[in-house]
């Protein structure tokens, strides 16, 4: 889902080569707000992509998991900032919600054609944080500047809200999602999940069911302390169950189902790196264990955690859809 920057902002993009202390080219994106210059400095390292593999961008987008780790400098990367970005990350403008029309008219002469369900991608809460601070700038920011950590969550809260707002009230779109990659118990303590990330949640899941519409949430580890928090706050659908990740500690699929209570669709139930090493045996007891375990709730969709990569095996799909097709 889009959103929108003030029309005061003024956006200058530029790239410094290497050999200026540093080994790659750094890529600069600055935004000038009313209240003063945004810098977002990130390496153009140029790894070799196979094809169907994300690469890339030339330009420093705002929000981007390749910035991450290749920032020289975040865009938020002082207290001062915050008021910065407030300007840069804003609800959806008509120009916006023009382009969503436009782009929803499509999807949806599909969606009707092939009676297929649509999804919007319109949340993105922590993992936002993340994009904007970096992971050691977003963990540090929350003790030690909280009152613009607040500022900045209600930044992204009220996009965010607008987003899905927009996405929901769309007759084309059946299911609205917010990405949580970063907004675990992996990243933050449970005292603050429940501070920021609780509510953040309970407000975009109130704003996808005013339009009748279900509410999905990724996170695909560290659930066993906010799995219940996220069907309290109206989630609908988790993504993601994954059998053999190690960050569950053990944690059983039979354990993972009863932390639901009963009001969460599940999906996953195996993993992608089982496809990818073509082990046929695995894949069928993997699906077998999937289905006995979730599957009688009826509110269980089997899926690969977390997607069918470039260079999966095509045969392990099959296999995989065929042992789903034995065990229903």
Wanted: proline content about 8%.
């Amino acid at each position: 889902m889009p959103w929108s920057a003030d029309p005061k902002v003024v956006m200058k993009d530029s790239r410094r080569p290497s050999g200026e202390g540093h080994q790659y080219p750094v890529l600069v994106r600055e935004y000038e707000t009313p209240k003063g210059i945004l810098r977002h400095e990130v390496r153009q390292t140029g790894e070799h992509q196979a094809e169907g593999w994300v690469i890339q961008p030339d330009v420093v987008p705002l929000l981007e998991d390749f910035n991450i780790p290749r920032a020289v400098r975040h865009i938020v990367s002082v207290p001062e900032d915050v008021d910065r970005l407030a300007f840069c990350y804003r609800p959806p403008d008509a120009a916006a919600r023009s382009w969503f029309e436009a782009r929803m008219s499509a999807v949806k002469e599909f969606r009707d054609r092939e009676a297929n369900p649509v999804q919007a991608w319109a949340g993105f809460g922590m993992d936002a944080v993340v994009w904007l601070c970096g992971t050691e700038g977003a963990i540090m920011l929350a003790p030690d500047q909280p009152g613009e950590f607040q500022d900045l969550f209600e930044i992204i809260t009220e996009t965010d809200s607008a987003r899905v707002d927009l996405a929901a009230g769309h007759p084309g779109v059946d299911l609205v999602v917010e990405r949580g990659w970063y907004s675990s118990t992996n990243f933050w303590s449970p005292a603050l999940f429940e501070k920021f990330v609780f509510p953040h949640v309970w407000t975009l899941a109130a704003a996808a069911h005013e339009h009748g519409k279900k509410f999905a949430y990724v996170m695909p580890t560290g659930v066993e302390i906010p799995g219940p928090m996220r069907a309290k706050a109206g989630v609908d659908v988790l993504y993601f169950v994954d059998p053999i990740d190690p960050d569950q500690k053990g944690l059983s699929l039979e354990r993972i189902r009863d932390l639901r209570s009963g009001s969460m669709t599940l999906v996953g139930g195996i993993s992608s790196i089982t496809l990818s090493n073509r082990d046929f045996a695995a894949i069928d007891r993997d699906v077998k264990h999937a289905l006995d375990v979730l599957g009688p709730a009826r509110r269980f969709i089997l899926h690969p955690v977390d997607a069918v990569f470039p260079d999966t095996p095509w045969e392990s799909v099959e296999r995989m859809i065929e042992a789903w097709k034995r065990s229903r």
